[in-house]
């Protein structure tokens, strides 16, 4: 079999809008794809006219950025990959557009529709009316946890939805930020929109003493109890120290 020999490629600096399409790919890949094999990696290459190592590299600059990783990058991101980094968690709709350009992957699952809303809940002129930056959101939680709910262990992102801590509508800053969210199956989703379940400062989960007899053994079944924490982006406590304000509120 011959071997692969990558074009060559004139040696570049990386510009900001280049290393913004990299961040967007960065936050929806697993630590473990990046690599220059990985055929999102070859999509970019040939975007931005780059080699797919190159690309590959950078992603890995960029994981010495993110705190959220117990295992790191190489250590010697670039001035413009900090200030990227920096202004994504300022604003993320640069990042967002970014990902709407490299449409890698079509939604994961129909829970949630794709992005028509800017990350300030402006709405956009489409004929499906949802929010922007929706489906950027959605996979960089599910990468996060391996397309996997934190409570069930469920596979199949048809039932796995992308749930915000802090409310999407009160909490703009927070909305896009992927520490704000836990993959959740539609049923505990609901329960955990709806405050009718929050999480104690262990992560375990609470249920509202009002919810009836069946629909709490509903929730319980198939689950420990307790979160189980993703690889990367673990929940902000926090975030979820408010969550669980309103939850007791509630009850």
């Known amino acids: 079999m011959p071997w692969h020999v990558e074009p060559m490629v004139e040696r570049r600096n990386w510009t900001s809008a280049e290393v913004k399409e990299a961040l967007a790919l960065y936050l929806v890949t697993d630590f473990g794809r990046f690599h220059s094999r990985n055929p999102d990696v070859i999509r970019l290459a040939n975007r931005l006219d ?19 990783l117990t295992q790191k990058g190489m250590a010697n991101a670039s001035a413009t990959d900090r ?6 968690l300022r604003n993320p709709q640069d990042i967002e557009a970014a990902y709407d350009r490299q449409a890698m992957q ?17 709405q956009t002129p489409r004929v499906i009316q949802a929010r922007r930056g929706q489906e950027l959101f959605r996979n960089m939680v599910l990468t996060s946890y391996k397309s996997s709910c ?16 802090l409310p999407w509508a009160e909490h703009p800053a927070n909305r896009m930020w992927p520490t704000n969210g836990i993959c959740l199956n539609a049923l505990h989703d609901r329960a955990f929109d709806r405050h009718l379940i929050s999480f104690d400062e262990d992560w375990r989960m609470l249920v509202a003493p009002h919810v ?40």
């Open 50 to 68: 780059r080699t797919s190592s190159a690309v590959a590299l950078k992603l890995t600059n960029l994981a010495a950025l993110d705190d959220s």
């Open 106 to 122: 079509p939604l994961r699952g129909v829970a949630e529709a794709p992005g028509q809303f800017d990350h300030l809940g402006g």
């Open 212 to 251: 009836p007899l069946e629909t709490r053994r509903l929730l319980e079944r198939g689950t420990d109890g307790r979160l189980r924490l993703p690889s990367r982006f673990q929940p902000d406590a926090s975030f979820m120290a408010k969550h669980r304000t309103r939850f007791l509120q509630a009850a």
């Open 83 to 88: 200030l990227v980094w920096a202004e994504f």
């Open 150 to 165: 934190a409570l069930t262990g469920a596979e199949d992102p048809r039932i796995l939805n992308a749930s915000h801590i």
